[in-house]
């Protein structure tokens, strides 16, 4: 199985400002993934992270409020932008295990703007 | 990916068997069902997967009917720590973009 980490763990911002989330995955992974889980509801795709290329975007969400990197195939990063109170949810990273039918997560990051 | 529905909750009482029953109507043939748990403030845990056999690992058994619309995860025996949001979730295998896709859920409540 992968081990998934992010930074931070949870942060309270200041709405117009941005908080940059980090995923790292302790091999190299295929797919990694980022999800956002409002209050009290399910998960919702926000992306998937190419190595190399840009970001695949769901319906909904755009590059520019939620621009995404990944320099390698162990690490990614998601950015929050100009962030409003809406925007307050758990942001989870996950990636695509070795055999593929398995999808891993990690620990989540609860973010809360004020 | 086709949809599924679950329902919103169920009980269970502790060391009794959970029987999460999940509909998808609408899957084709070359769709899967998974399972996933999200035990509160943690990130999703897969639990199981199948095609159209049914499929049994240390964790769970999954039961899927014959005509592949509907599916039930069983839980042999319920503790406590199982309480949890359990997600069905139907998927294509392989392909570009191997994403899943969640739908609301059912809470589980084990009951001492």
Known sequence: SAVISQKPSRDICQRGTSLTIQCQVDSQVTMMFWYRQQPGQSLTLIATANQGSEATYESGFVIDKFPISRPNLTFSTLTVSNMSPEDSSIYLCSVAGKNSYEQYFGPGTRLTVT | ?112
């Open chain 2, 1 to 112: 990916d086709a949809k599924t529905t679950q329902p919103p909750s169920m009980d269970c009482a502790e060391g009794r068997a959970a029987n999460l029953p999940c509909n998808h109507s609408t899957i084709s043939g070359n769709e899967y069902v998974y399972w996933y748990r999200q035990i509160h403030s943690q990130g999703p845990q897969y639990i199981i997967h199948g095609l159209k056999n049914n499929e049994t690992n240390e964790m769970a058994s999954l039961i899927i009917t014959e005509d592949r619309k509907s599916s039930t995860l069983i839980l042999p025996h319920a503790t406590l720590r199982d309480t949890a949001v359990y997600y069905c979730i139907v998927r294509s295998y392989g392909g570009a973009t191997n994403k899943l896709i969640f739908g609301t859920g059912t809470l589980l409540a084990v009951q001492p």
